[in-house]
């Protein structure tokens, strides 16, 4: 049995050799990269992905990667593919096939339907003048490296470095197309990832619903209001819509005086209070309010001047975002 520490140096020794193989991968990556990002940008179809074993588990997270980041990417498994699902690849797509020694058999058919139909093929693979390589188009080689496992066989480093050298695919092809953080939000509405991308107009209460009144108006008026819509607080526009100040429970607390109903809320509202915008993310408004020192507990959204919405606390705390 090994010692804790046996344990320990096992696990150093795989991660420092991974990583050594990394920063090898990094300083091999040369014009074919550029020309397989360019090649999956130009492509009028779609990103086929493709693998046997492990390579096939990587590809598939490459494929999920590539289409959660705005390239269309689908896995397509190379047994399935000899019994029918060739049919799932189109002339238009762009292949791009994993096998760290170039030479799995199952790759056989999808390699030879590519060049066919003349269909692009990018090869990721350790050997260059392997077969897959020999038959790509483009040839992402990986440097030659050790596997982490003990025998030297199986899959470790070289599917960590195709793990990454689809990362850098993914990301490259991200700011080639200029992805948003809007189109992320898209296609990521569930989980925690989904919570960090809602922006403010996805929880504001908006037109009625907003506790709004003129700065003349009285303060028995103003908090029939704030009680009424029942977020503790009211805001206060002018004339001409402009947000010029609010009025929360903390400050009626602070106001109480005998001769406070006699005043207008204009006399006693805050007039430079924090506010916050509709494309502002949720969880960035809900910081806003609890760095506050008085420890607000909803913000006004303003468009320019103009109050447009409303944002509680509660309406972050309701979906998830914390």
Known sequence: MLTSAEILTSAHQTL???????????????????QAVYAINETKGR?????????????????????????TAYFVHPGEASHGDLGMIEPTDIVIALSNSGEAPELSDIIAFCRRF??????????????????SDIVLCLPPIQEACPFGLAPTTSTTLMLALGDALAIALLQL???????????????????????????????????????DTDMSEALLEMSGKGFGCVGVADKD???????TDGDLRRAMAPDLL?????????????????????????????????????LFVLDGKKPVGLLHM???LRVGVA
């Open 16 to 34: 420092d050799l991974e990583s050594k193989s990394l920063k090898l991968l990094s300083d091999s990556i040369d014009d074919s990269f550029v």
């Open 47 to 71: 990103v086929i992905v493709t693998g046997m074993g492990k390579s096939g588990h990587i590809g598939r997270k490459i494929a999920a990667s590539l289409a959660s980041l705005g390239t």
């Open 118 to 135: 003349n269909i692009k093929l990018i090869g990721m693979t350790g050997k260059r003048d392997s077969t897959l390589g020999r038959q």
């Open 177 to 215: 197309h200029n992805f948003s953080k809007d189109e992320y939000k898209l296609r990521h509405p569930g989980g925690k990832l989904g919570k960090m991308m809602l922006t403010v107009a996805d929880l504001m209460h908006t037109g009625k619903e907003m506790p709004l009144v003129d700065p």
């Open 241 to 247: 819509g402009n947000f010029c100040g609010v009025f």
């Open 262 to 298: 006699t005043k207008k809320i204009r006399d006693v509202m805050t007039r430079t209070p924090k506010t916050t915008t509709a494309q502002t993310l949720a969880i960035d408004a809900l910081r806003i309010m609890n760095t506050t020192g008085k420890g607000i507990t909803s």
């Open 314 to 316: 509660h309406d972050c």
